[in-house]
């Protein structure tokens, strides 16, 4: 059923009009995703809501389950953040008397009359993050919460959408007094380049990558030796500089392109200075995924014991990142055909990490434009399954992952082009089985 496109500003007027009504003296219970896209939703709700002192409870979960949504109190006002836009039958059937979302994932099914969603994907299709949909609800409620506008743009960035700045996007950016500068988009920008050299892995550097030989070799190949024993920063580089290094990732790794590596970096002021917002939101992503999401959103409120801890997990993350995916290229049980290629690293890989790494995977120069990358992990009784692609255009990998998924009981959520499921691990077989079957039919019918 073909879906009403609504006006943005105008459906935020009245959503936020009517979650004042409904919650006004009664207390609010919150659920928000656990990616950096969720955790930076989550701190700007928060501080929206202690302004207008109303109290409430928060739960930050991995994905929606139908058991999980019983759960919840049927007596209090629910908001949901950064999630529930595919779970529209499952909160239909719950006890929840009255819901509000804030979503920009695909909406799923029909609205049920108890819930109320400002999202998106009803409101011509804009890009936009579910922080970036949460600031622009928390702006309507209160102007003054314009101060968290930088969390939203952690927010973009932590979904991969700052290329994606027109309109609306544009408007947080400017409210976020977040600075822009043309560079290496390297992260973090403000280290040195040695170390972050030596853990990058977006993009892949064959040689370099996890490889301290490599990079000095590098180094030396390009005259950028440490001067008094401590290298540069891409900040710091002059524009000679920036070239010698480009260059010599280029001939490295062919296929990356000159516009994959030079871009716009954005700084936010975090902690007293600035930083490259794409290590912030990293560290955030890092907490959440290694299931420190209190230490994440203590992150964002800028609290610095939080900073010291998720400084250490993000180190220990990269790492497991690394390993992961040098275990995905080499070792993972493999199916490929044409257009498709299947990594199962089962137990091998945390699920928490297995989408980052498919998605590392989907930028790097191994696989060729529209192929669908899906990795899949154990998660204790259940397989976490991502997939993405490359290039991020071809076919409908929600639609494809939808088709299979729901027919074993699983959960699927995401976009057109990054996607992810989770199914029971006794349908591992019939699941890859149906996959297989379905991305060869799919092209054969193109």
């Known amino acids: 059923m073909e879906k009403e496109v609504r006006n943005l500003e105008i459906e935020l007027k009245n959503f936020s009009q009517d979650f004042l009504e409904k919650t006004k003296g009664r207390r609010l219970q919150i659920v928000s995703h656990f990616d950096t896209d969720g955790i930076t939703s989550a701190r ?43 779970s529209l039958k499952e909160i239909g059937e719950s006890q929840l008397r009255e819901v509000f979302i804030v979503d920009h994932h695909e909406v799923q099914g029909d609205i049920p009359p108890n819930v109320r969603i400002i999202n998106p994907e009803l409101c011509e299709k804009q890009k936009i993050s579910g922080a970036g949909m949460t600031y622009l609800f928390c702006k309507e409620i209160d102007a ?28 947080i950016l400017e409210d976020s007094e977040v600075q822009r500068k043309k560079g ?65 990732i280029m001939l490295r790794n062919p296929q990356i392109k000159n516009k994959e590596i030079i ?82 690293a089962k137990d091998k890989v945390k699920d928490t990490i297995i989408g980052t790494i498919t998605s590392i995977l989907s930028h790097s120069a191994v696989y060729d434009q529209e192929t669908i990358l899906i990795g899949m992990a154990y998660d204790k009784e259940n397989i976490k399954i991502s997939a993405r692609s490359v290039g991020r255009k071809g076919r409908n990998i929600r639609e494809i992952l939808s088709n299979i998924a729901i027919n074993l009981n699983g959960e699927v959520g995401g976009h057109e082009f990054a996607a992810g499921c989770t199914i029971n691990k006794e ?10 079957r379905d991305l060869d039919l799919e092209v054969i019918k193109i």
């Open 44 to 86: 700007i709700m928060i501080g929206a809501l202690k302004r207008l002192d109303q109290s409430f409870d928060l739960k930050i979960v991995k994905n929606l389950t139908r058991e999980f949504i019983s759960s919840l109190s049927a007596t209090k006002v629910t908001l949901f953040l950064d999630l529930a836009s595919g």
């Open 263 to 344: 871009g716009e970096l954005f700084l936010v002021k975090m902690f007293g200075k600035l930083e490259d917002a794409r290590e912030m939101s990293a560290k955030i992503n890092a907490c959440s995924r290694n299931g420190d999401t209190d230490i994440a959103l203590r992150f964002c409120m800028e609290d610095n014991e939080a900073k010291k801890k998720a400084e250490a997990i993000h180190v220990k993350y990269r790492q497991q990142l690394l390993t992961g995916i040098k275990y995905v290229q080499e070792e993972a049980e493999k199916f490929q055909g044409r257009g498709y290629v299947i990594l199962n």
């Open 184 to 248: 290496i988009l390297i992260y973090p920008s403000t280290r040195p380049i040695n170390r972050v050299l030596e853990y990058c892995s977006d993009p892949l550097i064959p040689g370099v990558t996890g490889n301290p030989e490599g990079v000095l070799e590098l180094m030396r190949e390009i005259n950028l030796t440490s001067n008094g024993g401590k290298c540069k920063s891409f900040m710091e580089l002059d524009e000679a500089e920036t070239e010698r290094v480009v260059t010599a």
């Open 144 to 171: 003054k919460n314009k101060e968290f506008a930088k969390f939203a743009v952690l927010g973009t960035i932590g979904d991969s959408l700052e290329k994606d700045l027109d309109g609306v996007n544009h408007g």
């Open 427 to 436: 349908h591992e077989q019939e699941f890859l089985k149906n996959l297989k």
